[in-house]
């Protein structure tokens, strides 16, 4: 389900590094914790992020999310295809849903972030606290 | 596994059921109620596509009786329950004395002296707490919500599915009328009203009988398409057809001139709770108004948000959100009665950024007759 190659953050990002580059999008545990996505809002191309820092949200039907950026960087692509299909979001998270394409501050930065087994065991344990 | 948080809800009798659906979960008015199943969009779309079916037992029943019964109603609600058949309901406000809402109701009459009020969940307590302290028809007031269990069956096919279950003629229940027969062979009140803007019944039985109808409907429901819906598709659906939410459109704060609702104001039955006051407001003119409005871009103008016009702020929204059937983002909110009119531009303040929307006419959705 996770992918192994990704790299994970508790806020439910996801973020895959090609070299000097980073692809980042939300999990399937954050697309099932909100719901339908109605509205995904996006930062510019060029914005520098910083790590841990909002960079957007994504809408569902009962409520706004921010999203939090897994790493520093410059923004360099956002994912078109969200602004007429937000859906995709909840029917392919970890794929065709990615958000933003960075170009990273530092490419090593994303090895310190959980992996997809720290990430599959942090969400298990959320689940049981939900569960009642 | 009940975690401290989820022990102190109250629960209906469908809670394990709901549960084992696999629903998503939310404390509503100190309920633990199902908000979805297979999510928001799917459910609304269900009902006004094909049915939905929601458990909601968590609504309050309040039983008034005898001789004084027409009486009680009479001062406490502000529609005129002498023009109710038997077998007839009507929706209404429970008023304080200054003319503002305590609750929003359906009033059902029984028999000359037997009604039954349907409550919301949140407000059924302070609700039989307000119509004891008014009793002085010496009427028998009866909290009757432990004992009631209620389900909603809601859409174009909803009338079709539920008459596969009951020999009662369901063509003959008119719209706000109800009788009392066998569904799946237990008995019922079944009453042709809902809140949804669709056709549909809601049915009122005893608690033990949950599982028994839910289960039959859903089985007599499922090759129409009929889809278990949750509070939030309960929620979207009422947006869009323009109804109000107790504690949004209307609350101890509101008056029913001025949240559009003048219709279920009956100034000429004799004086009752509140009404010098809102023949004071009807004289005086009124400052406010509820009107809905349509977002013109994306951005969702949701629950709280300022409204501005002319740049100052003038109100907040009341209910805002998607409304899924008709590919929009819709609200309603109060504005200063002079900014009223259908087509005045307004302005909705989203996370620091004014966002253009335009007044309309209520409803947003009105089905098809």
């Known amino acids: 389900m996770y992918p192994k ?9 996801w973020i895959k590094v090609d070299g000097a580059n980073g692809t980042i999008g939300i999990t399937d545990y954050a697309q099932h914790e909100l719901g339908d996505v109605v509205f995904v809002e996006m930062p510019k191309v060029g914005t520098q992020l910083k790590t841990r820092e909002p960079f957007g949200t994504i809408e569902s039907v009962k409520a706004v999310s921010e999203i939090f950026s897994p790493v520093a960087g410059e923004v360099i692509e956002t994912n078109s295809a969200l602004a007429d ?32 087994a720290a990430y599959e065991t942090y969400i298990a344990g959320k689940a049981k606290e939900h569960s009642a | 596994m009940t975690t401290p948080a989820t022990a102190a809800l109250r629960k209906t009798a469908l809670n394990p059921i709901h549960r084992q659906l696999g629903a998503k979960m939310v404390n509503f008015g100190g309920w633990d109620m199902p908000l979805e199943y297979s999510g928001i969009l799917s459910e609304h779309e269900a009902v006004r596509t094909r049915a939905g079916l929601f458990d909601v037992s968590h609504m309050g029943e309040i039983e008034i009786r005898g001789p004084g019964a027409l009486g009680l109603v009479q001062l406490v609600s502000c529609n005129n329950a002498a023009k109710l058949a038997i077998g007839q309901a009507h929706y209404s406000g429970l008023m304080t004395s200054r003319g503002t809402f305590v609750d929003d109701l359906l009033v059902h009459k029984i028999s000359d002296a037997h009604y039954m009020l349907c409550v919301n969940a949140g407000n059924q307590d302070p609700d039989y707490e307000h119509i004891v302290e008014h009793n002085k028809f010496d009427a028998t007031v009866e909290n009757a919500g432990p004992r009631h269990s209620q389900l909603a069956i809601q859409g174009p096919r909803a009338k079709e599915i539920l008459q596969g279950l009951t020999p009662v003629a369901l063509d003959s229940i008119h719209y706000y009328h109800f009788t009392f027969g066998q569904v799946s062979g237990v008995e019922c009140l079944i009453a042709r009203t809902g809140y949804t803007g669709e056709d549909g019944f809601e049915i009122y039985f005893s608690p033990e009988q949950s599982a028994k109808l839910w289960g039959d409907l859903m089985q007599a429901g499922g090759p129409a398409g009929m889809l278990p819906c949750g509070l939030g598709a309960r929620n979207t659906l009422r947006l869009e057809a323009g109804m109000c939410l107790y504690g949004h459109e209307i609350d101890d704060t509101t008056t029913p001139w001025e949240a559009g609702l003048g219709w279920i104001c009956k100034m000429e039955k004799a004086p ?3 009404s010098d006051v809102l023949a004071q407001q009807k004289r005086d003119g009124l400052k406010r108004k509820l009107v809905g409005f349509e977002m013109l871009d994306k ?4 629950d709280g948000y300022p409204v501005l016009i002319g740049g100052k702020e003038v109100g907040r929204v009341t209910s805002g959100g998607p409304a899924p059937f008709l590919k929009k983002n819709i609200g309603m909110a109060y504005v200063p009665s002079e900014f009223n009119a259908v087509g005045t531009d307004i302005v909705i303040g989203i996370r620091g950024q004014g966002e253009a929307a335009r007044i309309v006419a209520l409803p947003f959705y009105k089905r098809p007759q």
Not at chain 1, 85 to 97: M, R, S, T, V
């Open chain 1, 5 to 13: 190659d990704y790299r994970y953050t508790k806020e439910h990002e």
């Open chain 1, 85 to 116: 299909a937000p859906e995709l979001i909840n029917k392919d998270p970890h794929g065709g849903a990615w958000l933003i394409k960075v170009r990273l501050a530092d490419p090593k930065e994303a090895a310190a972030l959980m992996d997809a």
């Open chain 2, 272 to 274: 009752f709770l509140g």
């Open chain 2, 299 to 302: 951005r969702i103008g949701r």
